[in-house]
Structures are given as structure tokens and as C-alpha cells.
């Protein structure tokens, strides 16, 4: 539902989801998306030290190379959405 809302733009419920959910709680497989979640709310509103934190978070719950080559993917998308372009960037 939070991610939902996320891709939505509907940043009010991605954040209440987020603030709903405990990653320690959540199966290991969904950890990382809860991490993932509360990176996308902290985006939202402009937290972008948090965001990086739960970014890196996510990243490190995920299970696999793939999953984790998949997370960093998704956390240069949110950065490239918020205008976070630098030439470091673009050679990574």
C-alpha cells in the first residue's frame, strides 16, 4: 500500500505506511522494501540525509546481488527525480 501510494504521488499515505511499519518485524524478504518505503517518504519531505540512510538500509537487507544491484538502481531513480545530478553520478 505505501509503495503504492509512493508511485501514486500520494506522499501523505506512503509516509503514514512507512511510519506504520516495522522492518524488524516484516519476514526477510520484505525488509528491504520496508527500508526501501521509508527512503521514498523521507524523499518526499526533503529529508534526503534519512532517505540516503534507509536507501543504504534496503540495500543492505536485500537478499541477493541482484536485489541489492536493484535497490541501488531504484535509489539513483529517486535521486535523478529529485534533481540530484552530478558528473560522479552519471559515471556510476
Known sequence: EGLLAAAQGR???????AQA???AALAPADRPWAFF?????ADAR????AAG???????????SD??????EALRRRAELERGQ????????
Not at 37 to 41: D, M
Not at 46 to 49: F, I, M, S, V
Open 37 to 41: 518505503l521509508q527512503g521514498l517518504a
Open 46 to 49: 526533503r529529508d534526503y540525509e
Open 53 to 63: 540512510r534507509a536507501y543504504e538500509q534496503a540495500k543492505a537487507a536485500a537478499p
Open 11 to 17: 506522499p501523505l499515505a506512503a509516509e503514514q505506511a
Open 66 to 71: 541482484w536485489a541489492r544491484a536493484r535497490f
Open 85 to 92: 545530478t552530478s558528473e560522479s553520478l552519471a559515471t556510476q
Open 21 to 23: 511499519l516495522d522492518p
